[in-house]
């Protein structure tokens, strides 16, 4: 079996950066001085996850984002320049979510947004 490692340096995405396990995630592979491009859905709103990484790791950490995960191709962009993935996003009790689809729940979008960041690669 092939070994699997991530090159020194590289960027990796890693989507839901402003979450409990996704910010873990960005601080350790930050710590292991790997570059990290964290996904989420309101730059703005997350400006605190700049400010703090940036202050604790330099300039190795960036934000984009991806306000709506569920259409196809949101990540396109995105994932360029980026080596693999980290897809952080919690499994929620499947409720009735605002969505541009009727009665989308929760469940389903947790499969539509997993599914979008499988095709990345």
Not at 44 to 68: H, I, N
Request: aromatic content about 8%.
């Amino acid at each position: 079996m092939p070994t699997l490692t991530i090159k020194p340096g590289a960027t990796v995405l890693v989507t839901g950066a402003n979450g409990l396990i996704g910010s873990h995630i960005v601080d350790q592979l930050l710590k292991r001085e790997y570059h990290v491009r964290g996904v989420v859905r309101d730059t703005q709103k997350c400006q605190w996850l700049y400010e703090y990484f940036d202050g604790k790791y330099s300039a190795r950490f960036e934000m984009v984002s991806v306000p709506d995960m569920t259409i196809e191709g949101c990540y396109d962009k995105v994932i360029e320049g980026t080596q693999p993935s980290q897809h952080t996003l919690p499994y929620v009790q499947p409720i009735t979510c605002v969505s541009k689809e009727p009665k989308v729940s929760s469940m389903s979008l947790h499969h539509l947004v997993t599914w979008a960041a499988i095709r990345l690669k």
